[in-house]
């Protein structure tokens, strides 16, 4: 059985840092070739793809992220992390960690309020 533990939320003043990580474990065929994901749900919105890790490393954003969010893998330990930079209070919300098949976190509260 497949499991995603997200960590690393919290409370954040507008511009501050957080990094985020993503333990995965459980039977996977090959973690390293993955594609692995960050999605985000604000109270009242819909939840969002935020950041993308493809096979090789190929990393996408969504606009709203883009020079602020970074989205990284350590194979060895199967753990994905995000690193948010210069957050915003538009950026408040649940981030969960998603693995292709359908595989979810139970999500991290992050709080970016002053």
């Known amino acids: 059985q497949v499991q995603l533990v997200e960590s690393g939320g919290g409370l954040v003043q507008p511009g501050g840092s957080l990094r985020l990580s993503c333990a995965v474990s459980?039977?996977?065929?090959?973690?390293?070739?993955?594609?692995m994901d960050w999605y985000r749900q604000a109270p009242g919105k819909e939840r969002e793809l935020v950041a993308t890790?493809?096979?090789?490393?190929?990393?996408n954003y969504a606009d709203s992220v883009k020079g602020r969010f970074t989205i990284s893998r350590d194979s060895a330990k199967r753990m994905v992390y995000l690193q948010m930079n210069s957050l915003k209070p538009e950026d408040t919300a649940v981030y969960y960690c998603?693995?292709?098949?359908?595989?979810w976190g139970q999500g991290t509260q992050v709080t970016v309020s002053s």
């Open positions: 459980g039977s996977i065929f090959s973690f390293s070739i993955a594609t």
């Open positions: 890790i493809r096979l090789g490393g190929i990393t």
């Open positions: 998603h693995m292709a098949g359908n595989y």
